[in-house]
T-cell receptor, first 113, second 109 residues
Framework: NAGVTQTPKFRVLKTGQSMTLLCAQDMNHEYMYWYRQDPGMGLRLIHYSVGEGTTAKGEVPDGYNVSRLKKQNFLLGLESAAPSQTSVYFC????????????FGPGTRLTVL | RKEVEQDPGPFNVPEGATVAFNCTYSNSASQSFFWYRQDCRKEPKLLMSVYSSGNEDGRFTAQLNRASQYISLLIRDSKLSDSATYLCVVKKGNTPLVFGKGTRLSVIA
């Protein structure tokens, strides 16, 4: 199993550009999450999904959209990137509501100029 | 008040030392508790769950005090490889995990 993978690993954008971050998991997990991690701020939840076709807002959803069309994939979109979205983005998945361990992807380092 | 609060550190300790991290949580309805470890420029990984009666995994001991809403992690005989950031995590019901900002540990030779 590859576990949780994220594409791309690094990206530099200009203000106003758009992009999509892809998260894929091959563990048949129900729950998937997108976080951002900034120095001194810890992990902050952007959006999450409790199953295929469902999404919900987390702590810091503004400026981001997500989709979960397939169970194994969770996409994070930035429609018009801003310098404040410079961050490390982590995707995570969790098997079921009864299992609490979350498995994280390796992260995507995004810089918005 | 933040949901999960941790001393950010850094804690700089010599090899072989014992070090303890503390964490407090604000939501008394929290039901599940964990410690995650995050190495520099890597993703977080589960270190251990925290049970009401306290639990031990090798050199690591976790304690929970529900009355004081307080969680601790004790590391004995610190190794260089223990250098990392330790994240305190709490969960209530079916809601997403809530992560603390982490405590950074540097073990020095």
């Amino acid at each position: 199993n590859a576990g949780v993978t994220q594409t791309p690993k690094f990206r530099v954008l200009k203000t106003g550009q758009s992009m999509t971050l892809l998260c894929a998991q091959d563990m048949n997990h129900e729950y998937m999450y997108w976080y951002r991690q900034d120095p001194g701020m810890g992990l902050r939840l952007i959006h999450y999904s409790v199953g295929e076709g469902t999404t919900a807002k987390g702590e810091v959803p503004d400026g981001y959209n997500v989709s979960r069309l397939k169970k194994q994939n969770f996409l994070l979109g930035l429609e018009s990137a801003a310098p404040s979205q410079t961050s490390v983005y982590f995707c995570a998945s969790r098997p079921t509501v009864e299992r609490n361990e979350q498995f994280f992807g390796p992260g995507t380092r995004l810089t918005v100029l | 008040r933040k949901e999960v609060e941790q001393d950010p550190g850094p804690f700089n300790v010599p090899e072989g030392a014992t070090v303890a991290f503390n964490c407090t949580y604000s939501n008394s309805a929290s039901q599940s508790f964990f410690w995650y470890r995050q190495d520099c420029r890597k993703e977080p990984k589960l270190l251990m769950s925290v049970y009401s009666s306290g639990n031990e995994d090798g050199r690591f001991t976790a304690q929970l005090n529900r009355a004081s809403q307080y969680i601790s992690l004790l590391i004995r005989d610190s190794k260089l490889s223990d250098s990392a950031t330790y994240l305190c995590v709490v969960k209530k019901g079916n809601t997403p995990l809530v992560f603390g900002k982490g405590t950074r540990l540097s073990v020095i030779a």
